[in-house]
């Protein structure tokens, strides 16, 4: 199933809107009918006051989005690619295809997001006032003061210094000064971000037993995420930095199984599919690469059909996103991987597949070279 839909692009961004989000925005509106729109405006019709608060809450979405453009405004400044915008239950990520490459850049990255908040916030609280003062659009006013108080938090909650948050990310490069190892201040950064997701799911809990059980299993899952984001950025960075420079060729599994394309369905089945439980197989003829043959693509040769077909009926073309070449950086492939959920890549030099890299062995290779301290 799809997790995410396109809805256009900016400055050449692509912007994208989980799942999860569309949820969010049903929640937000339901709570600003019932909350902000009855206590000022209880007078206008039903009709009326649940579109004014899906009209607020799609303001409050542009303001995440623009605290997002503002992080990549800053990251293209810097010459790092964008991949794209995807607003998802607690906000925005800003996709990036790498980390920054000094902590100066970082900090200004991550502090652009915080200060676009805090200018939406003074921007809403400016409409607020004037609109206050002229009062010709009822409580109008307090719709923006509602606006504003809520950029507010947005920009406080960020700059909580727990990585991956924003203000994690600046602490994060304010450390790498001052400690000279990157890893180190990582990690420093890293423990703050989960001690601060701990801290809010105790809190949730808290609340939860008195009396406030709305709110609790927010900051609960809140906190919740937030644990798990800091683990998965470490874990992330922690690639990087090891995998840094080192080429695939030099951690792929060189041992991949083949099938031959003119070998029949039968024998595919009995030598291959049966005998190593994998799910898919390179097919090769003349040794060169000519795609893929899985189990569901097996599945739709009736059975009765298995002992004279071949394997070519079944090959299926091997798509961009499956294989990579020999050179390629193995920090980048993983990152690849674990974006793309994928398991295994092929590694593939001029036509021939000369290895795999899978998500498992990569780890292992971490954590040998972790153990080695080399
Ligand atoms: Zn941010």
């Not at 809805?7 to 709570?31: H, M, Q």
């Not at 405004?73 to 010459?79: F, K, P, T």
């Not at 990087?240 to 420079?245: A, I, L």
């Amino acid at each position: 199933m799809k997790r995410s839909w396109s809805i256009g692009r900016l400055l050449g961004i692509p912007l994208e809107v989980d799942i999860s989000w569309l949820l969010i925005f049903v929640l937000f509106t339901a709570g600003l009918e019932s909350g902000l729109m009855n206590e000022y405006f209880p007078n206008v019709d039903l009709s009326w006051r649940w579109g004014m608060a899906a009209a607020i809450a799609s303001l409050l979405f542009t303001c995440v989005l623009l605290h997002e453009l503002a992080h990549c405004y800053v990251a293209l400044q810097n010459d790092i690619p964008v991949q794209g915008i995807t607003l998802f239950i607690f906000g925005g990520v800003a996709g990036l295809s790498r980390e920054p490459d000094s902590p100066a850049s970082e900090l200004k990255m991550a502090a652009a997001g915080p200060a676009m908040s805090l200018l939406l916030a003074g921007l809403a609280s400016a409409v607020a006032w004037s609109l206050d003062m002229f009062s010709f659009f009822g409580r109008g006013d307090e719709i923006f003061r509602y606006l504003a108080k809520m950029n507010f938090y947005l920009a406080a909650f960020n700059m909580v210094p727990g990585f991956p948050l924003d203000g994690g990310r600046i602490c994060r490069a304010c450390l790498t000064v001052v400690l000279r190892d990157p890893l180190k201040a990582t990690r420093v950064a890293t423990a703050l971000g989960q001690a601060f997701g701990t801290f809010l799911i105790l809190l949730g809990g808290w609340a939860a037993f008195h009396g406030q059980l709305g709110p609790g299993l927010w900051y609960a899952m809140i906190g919740w995420f937030l644990n798990g984001a800091a683990r998965t950025s470490y874990d992330q960075m922690l690639m990087r930095e090891v995998f840094h420079g080192v080429q695939v060729g030099e951690v792929m599994n060189p041992a991949v199984e083949t099938v031959s394309s003119d070998m029949t369905l039968v024998e595919l089945v009995q030598q291959h599919f049966l005998r190593k439980g994998a799910l898919a197989f390179p097919v090769v003829e003349d040794r060169e690469l000519r795609g893929i043959v899985t189990l569901s693509g097996l599945r739709r040769i009736p059975k009765d059909r298995w002992p004279e077909a071949h394997v070519t009926e079944v090959t299926e073309p091997l798509g961009d996103e499956e294989w990579i070449i020999p050179q390629a950086e193995a920090g980048e492939v993983f990152g690849r991987l674990v974006r793309n959920g994928e398991r295994r890549l092929l590694v593939v030099e001029s036509g021939v597949v000369v290895g795999a890299v899978n998500r498992n062995e990569l780890l292992n290779y971490m954590r040998v070279k972790r153990e080695l301290g080399i």
